[in-house]
């Protein structure tokens, strides 16, 4: 059973930086890709970032490109999200997920391709 834990969301003002932590359980966390996902009051999941099995390649939502970057430590079983620049539309429950897929062909952005979820956390930005 894989369990995945989020945290590091918080209220923070437009402009400023977060950073959020996916704890997973399982020995095998280090074999798989991961993704980071975020769902807005009455908007559908949107894929934010992935990131493969080694942290050598990793995609980005183009909302979201130049600002956030996806690292993981497998040493830890832990994927982050560093949050730069910070703007009032990436206000969102901040969820990260693992791949179907141990290593697939390319870094999907479908949240179909993601199997295990974490509970979420909550970012918010102000002005």
Not at 19 to 48: D, N
Not at 103 to 122: I, M, N
Request: net charge positive; hydrophobic share 35%; with cysteine.
């Amino acid at each position: 059973q894989v369990q995945l834990v989020e945290s590091g969301g918080g209220l923070v003002q437009a402009g400023g930086s977060l950073r959020l932590s996916c704890a997973a359980s399982g020995r095998t966390f280090s074999s798989y890709a991961m993704g980071w996902f975020r769902q807005a009051p009455g908007k559908e999941r949107e894929f934010v970032a992935a990131i493969n099995w080694s942290g050598g390649s990793t995609y980005y939502a183009d909302s979201v490109k130049g600002r956030f970057t996806i690292s993981r430590d497998n040493a830890k079983n832990t994927v982050y999200l560093q949050m730069h620049s910070l703007k009032l539309e990436d206000t969102a429950v901040y969820y990260c997920a693992r791949s179907r897929v141990r290593v697939p062909v390319r870094l999907q952005q479908s949240q179909y391709e993601y199997d295990y979820w974490g509970q979420g956390t909550q970012v918010t930005v102000s002005s």
